[in-house]
């Protein structure tokens, strides 16, 4: 069983940043990529940022050079600097791991940004 666990999501003023972590444990085999998805209220949940397995990086371009993925792999774990925060970057952020076979999901880590 694989679980994911976010975390560093909280209040933050408009400009500031915040750091996210999601560490993935359990039997892990063949990851595909790691990334961060958002939603907020009334929205469709959409994709923030992919690393690849080779360590190609993919962002929305409402976030680019804002935003910074990484990845330790040794720890299985997917980070998501975010510098120059928005009141629109205001949503529940969610990690997801694709594996070659299945996709899983953290339970979401809260980001709000006040103007």
């Not at 990851?31 to 958002?38: G, H, L, P, T, V």
């Not at 997801?96 to 709000?112: C, K, M």
Request: net charge positive; aromatic share 8%; hydrophobic share 35%.
């Amino acid at each position: 069983q694989v679980q994911l666990v976010e975390s560093g999501g909280g209040l933050v003023q408009a400009g500031g940043s915040l750091r996210l972590s999601c560490a993935a444990s359990g039997t892990i085999f063949g990851i595909d990529a790691m990334s961060w998805y958002r939603q907020a209220p009334g929205r469709q949940r959409e994709l923030v940022a992919l690393i690849s397995s080779n360590g190609r990086t993919n962002y929305a371009d409402s976030v680019k050079g804002r935003f910074t993925i990484s990845r330790d792999n040794a720890k299985n774990t997917v980070y998501l600097q975010m510098n120059s925060l928005k009141p629109e970057d205001t949503a529940v952020y969610y990690c997801n791991l694709a594996l070659t076979l299945r996709i899983y999901w953290g339970q979401g880590t809260q980001v709000t940004v006040s103007s």
